[in-house]
């Protein structure tokens, strides 16, 4: 067993272990902590599919996580209020079960991310990062003037959402299930990564013109796993929603898409438990510094700045002693 390998299951395993401490403890506050970890790991381990398998730095999955939430708090709406979502013969009056609102919220996202993709990825480099960042901000603008679902002031969840035979009103229950959507997804990353698709990804990351050369187009490529990626991080927002029961513009804001960028970069890209890493560091400093400095961003920043520096392969790389090459 490699290091890196240990260090992931030391890091599923405590994470997993988070909440129980916090029961013991009777400090029942560290079981959202841990939920919130789970669901920005999901989201960062949608980005990196695109970020750290493909190259893509996008600053508009932001877009996608806001999506996801949306639709999360839009269908739970119109069930709470028994409202048509559409008018005849299409009268859909929303859900409030998991399932319906979690296939909604990738649905959404891919739909929005094929065009968003087919348009970006024919550009690179910068002007990628400023298209993604421009169609993220034109959706986050749209949300903040659209009165019907809350416009600026955002849109609460009465309930949280149901899912069968689990009761999601109870904190350990629902960060149980988060987990395991982290995990299916933790295992939908590595099945990526070790795939002929995901060896074609990485190829194209690296070296565009020999791939083409090979007879695979990297458009096509990359924008598959742009939507699969904007599906995963449409899914993790979706599951914010219903964590917080409340659904804000500022979860499409472009400081959104910065955050998971960070979280990557911090975990270790392309790793995969990078994400986790990358989350559960992020959530440990806004809550030990958040409530001794509003500054506590700079000395998240600092690490930040070390990582880039001195440890290309991320804590988890830092950690494992090794870097990943390619």
Request: proline content about 4%; glycine content about 12%; some cysteine.
């Amino acid at each position: 067993m490699s290091r890196e390998t240990l260090i992931n299951i030391l890091l599923a395993a405590a994470l997993l272990a988070l909440p129980f401490v916090a029961i013991a403890m009777e400090e029942p506050f560290y079981i959202t902590l841990a939920t919130r970890m789970a669901i920005l790991a999901l989201a960062a381990v949608g980005l990196n599919i695109a970020l750290g398998l493909g190259g893509l730095i996008s600053f508009g999955h932001a877009a996608f996580f806001g999506i996801g939430g949306y639709v999360a708090g839009i269908f739970a709406s119109h069930a709470f209020n028994m409202e048509p979502m559409f008018s005849a013969p299409f009268e859909f009056s929303g859900s409030d079960q998991m399932p319906v609102i979690w296939l909604a919220a990738m649905l959404v996202s891919v739909f929005v991310a094929i065009p968003i993709g087919a348009i970006s990825l024919r550009t690179s480099g910068v002007y990628f990062i400023m298209i993604t960042l421009a169609f993220a901000q034109m959706i986050y603008y749209f949300a903040i003037s659209w009165p019907a679902y809350g416009g600026e002031d955002g849109l609460s969840i009465i309930t949280r959402n149901g899912f069968p035979g689990v009761n999601t009103a109870n904190p350990l229950s629902f960060f149980l299930l988060c987990y395991g959507v982290l995990a299916v997804a933790l295992l939908m990353f590595w099945l990526i990564q070790n795939s002929r698709f995901g060896a074609a990804l990485q190829a194209g990351r690296q070296n565009e013109q020999r791939l083409a050369a090979v007879g695979i187009a990297p458009f096509r490529i990359r924008l598959v796993a742009f939507a699969i990626s904007a599906a995963i991080t449409g899914l993790a927002g979706a599951l914010f929603a219903d964590l917080n029961r409340f659904v804000s513009p500022s979860m499409l804001s472009w400081h959104m898409s910065g955050e998971l960028i960070v979280l990557i970069i911090l975990g270790g890209t392309a790793r995969l438990f990078g994400p986790v890493a990358g989350a559960v560091l992020f959530v440990l400093f806004e809550f030990a510094l958040g409530g001794i400095t509003e500054h506590w961003q700079f000395f998240l920043g600092l690490i930040l700045l070390g990582v880039v520096l001195f440890a290309r392969g991320g804590l988890i790389g830092l950690v494992a002693g090794k870097a990943r090459h390619g």
